[in-house]
């Protein structure tokens, strides 16, 4: 178990401060965004951070982003309604 501590704080350490670790799967490392950035800013954050952690830990770990639900109240009360014409 400490190795998979001391991974998790090594990635912790280099990744930039806009992202947040949520969990690690592997040879993913899955991250949430602390703020709003524009889709291609938020692609550029993913992919430099992907590029760090591969030079300085392991040539085979990858990025994702952790998806997020939709939050639409809306759309989450008419999930499964049909639409008759």
């Given at each position: 178990?400490?190795?998979?501590?001391?991974?998790?704080?090594?990635?912790?350490?280099i990744l930039d401060s806009r992202l947040e670790l949520e969990r690690i799967q592997g040879k993913?490392?899955?991250?949430?965004?602390?703020?709003k950035l524009s889709t291609a800013d938020r692609g550029?954050?993913?992919?430099?951070?992907?590029?760090?952690?591969?030079?300085?830990?392991d040539t085979k770990l990858e990025?994702?982003?952790?998806?997020?639900?939709?939050?639409n109240k809306l759309r989450l009360q008419l999930r499964g309604v049909g639409y008759e014409s």
């Amino acid at each position: 178990m400490s190795n998979f501590a001391d991974l998790s704080n090594r990635i912790k350490c280099i990744l930039d401060s806009r992202l947040e670790l949520e969990r690690i799967q592997g040879k993913h490392v899955i991250v949430t965004v602390k703020g709003k950035l524009s889709t291609a800013d938020r692609g550029a954050l993913l992919l430099d951070a992907e590029k760090r952690l591969r030079k300085q830990l392991d040539t085979k770990l990858e990025v994702f982003l952790e998806p997020k639900g939709d939050l639409n109240k809306l759309r989450l009360q008419l999930r499964g309604v049909g639409y008759e014409s």
